[in-house]
C-alpha cells in the first residue's frame, strides 16, 4: 500500500517529456492531484502534443521545445514549484546509429535543466533513469548499489545524466532524487517497447517476430511507476536514487506466451536477426530490489504482471489501427 499522496495543489510543477508513454500518465495524475502542469512537448511542425492532444484541463498548459534549449528551460522552470524530467531518446536500436543525438538530449537536456533549475530555486527536481544503466545482473536481485553497466550508448547517456544530477545535488545542494524505473509498460506505449511489439503482432498475424528470446526483464505496469514518480517528489531524500521495481523476472519468451495466450491467438514465436542486438550490447538479467522506495516513499507496486497485461492488451485492441503493419520493425 502505497502512502497518502502529497496534496498538490496550488503547486506548480513542469514536465518534460508530457507527452510521451510515461509522461502523458504522470501529467493526468498530477492534474487529478491538484497540480498546475506546465507540460513540455517536443517541437514539431504539426504542433501534436502526443498524448497530451486531447487531454483539455483548466489546469494544464502546453508548451512546444526542446530541452537541449537552454534558455528555453530558464524561462519555463520560472516560478515552478517541483520539476518531473522524462524527456529524452530512449529507442536502444537507435543509439547504436546516432549516439550523438543521444548525448545532445539526454546528456546536455539534463545538464541544462538542471542549470535552469538551479537558477529558479526550484524546490524539488525528478531526473528519471532507467534499469539499462545496470546492465547484466552482477546479483540478484539489483539494488541502487549495484555496478552501473553501459552496454548501450542509450544507457551511456543515462548514466551520464544520472551522475550529472548527483553532482549537482552534493556541489549545489540542488535538491534532485533520481527515479529508476525497472521495465515500464501500459497503455500508450509504442512498438520500440517489447509488450506492444508482442501484442500487435498477436493480435494482426499468426506470427510473432523478436530478437532474443531469452533476457529476463522486471516488468512494472504504467501506474505502479507514476505513483513511484510522484513519492519521489513528496517522500524522496535529495541525492537519492530509487528503483521502482517487482522484484520478479520473466524472460521475453514466457512474456510472449503470456501476451498471445491473452490475445487467444495461437502465433508462433520466430526469431528475426535485425531485432537482435549486437553481441555485448544485450542486457541479459535485470530484475529489480524495490526495499528502498518501500521503506523511505512507502511505495510497492499494486498491479501484478498478469493484470498489467491485460490492461495493455484492451488496449492494444481498442487502438490497433494506429499501430504499424507488423512486418516493420520500429526502432
Known amino acids: 500500500m502505497n502512502k497518502q499522496i502529497e496534496n498538490f495543489s496550488c503547486k506548480q510543477v513542469f514536465v518534460t517529456g508530457a507527452g510521451g508513454f510515461i509522461g502523458s500518465h504522470l501529467t493526468e495524475a498530477l492534474l487529478k492531484n491538484g497540480a498546475r502542469v506546465r507540460a513540455l512537448a517536443h517541437y514539431n511542425s504539426r504542433t501534436d502534443a502526443g498524448w497530451l492532444k486531447n487531454c483539455k484541463h483548466p489546469n494544464l498548459e502546453i508548451?512546444?521545445?526542446?530541452?537541449?534549449?537552454?534558455?528555453?528551460?530558464?524561462?519555463?522552470?520560472?516560478?515552478?514549484d517541483t520539476v518531473f524530467h522524462l524527456a529524452a531518446l530512449i529507442g536502444i536500436p537507435y543509439s547504436y546509429e546516432a549516439a550523438q543525438s543521444y548525448v545532445d538530449t539526454n546528456v546536455t537536456g539534463t545538464l541544462n535543466l538542471l542549470q535552469a533549475a538551479a537558477i529558479n530555486r526550484v524546490a524539488r527536481i525528478i531526473l528519471t533513469s532507467t534499469s539499462e544503466v545496470y546492465g547484466t545482473a552482477v546479483e540478484v536481485p539489483m539494488s541502487e548499489k549495484h555496478p552501473l553497466q553501459a552496454q548501450s550508448p542509450y544507457a551511456a547517456s543515462k548514466i551520464s545524466a544520472d551522475m550529472l544530477g548527483l553532482s549537482f545535488a552534493r556541489s549545489f545542494s540542488l535538491p534532485v532524487t533520481i527515479v529508476r524505473p525497472f521495465n515500464t509498460f501500459g497503455p500508450r506505449q509504442s512498438m520500440r517497447a517489447v509488450i506492444p511489439t508482442i501484442a500487435?503482432?498477436?493480435?494482426?498475424?499468426?506470427?510473432?517476430?523478436?530478437?532474443?528470446?531469452?533476457?529476463?526483464?522486471?516488468?512494472?505496469?504504467?501506474?505502479?511507476?507514476?505513483?513511484?514518480?510522484?513519492a519521489a517528489a513528496t517522500a524522496g531524500k535529495p541525492g537519492t536514487v530509487y528503483n521502482l521495481s517487482t522484484g520478479n523476472g520473466i524472460s521475453i519468451e514466457e512474456t510472449a506466451k503470456k501476451i498471445i495466450d491473452i490475445c487467444g491467438?495461437?502465433?508462433r514465436l520466430e526469431n528475426q536477426a535485425e531485432r537482435t542486438r549486437p553481441q555485448g550490447s544485450e542486457v541479459e538479467r535485470l530484475i529489480g530490489d524495490s526495499s528502498l522506495?518501500?521503506?523511505?516513499?512507502?511505495?510497492?507496486?499494486r498491479y501484478c504482471f498478469d493484470e498489467g497485461l491485460t490492461r495493455t492488451i484492451d488496449w492494444v485492441k481498442e487502438n490497433l489501427d494506429h499501430f504499424p503493419e507488423v512486418e516493420g520493425y520500429v526502432r
Open 200 to 230: 500487435v503482432q498477436a493480435l494482426k498475424s499468426d506470427v510473432v517476430r523478436l530478437g532474443n528470446l531469452t533476457p529476463i526483464r522486471d516488468f512494472n505496469y504504467v501506474e505502479d511507476t507514476v505513483s513511484g514518480f510522484i
Open 63 to 80: 508548451h512546444f521545445g526542446d530541452v537541449r534549449d537552454q534558455n528555453q528551460m530558464q524561462k519555463l522552470l520560472n516560478n515552478c
Open 265 to 267: 491467438n495461437r502465433a
Open 293 to 301: 522506495a518501500r521503506h523511505e516513499l512507502g511505495w510497492s507496486p
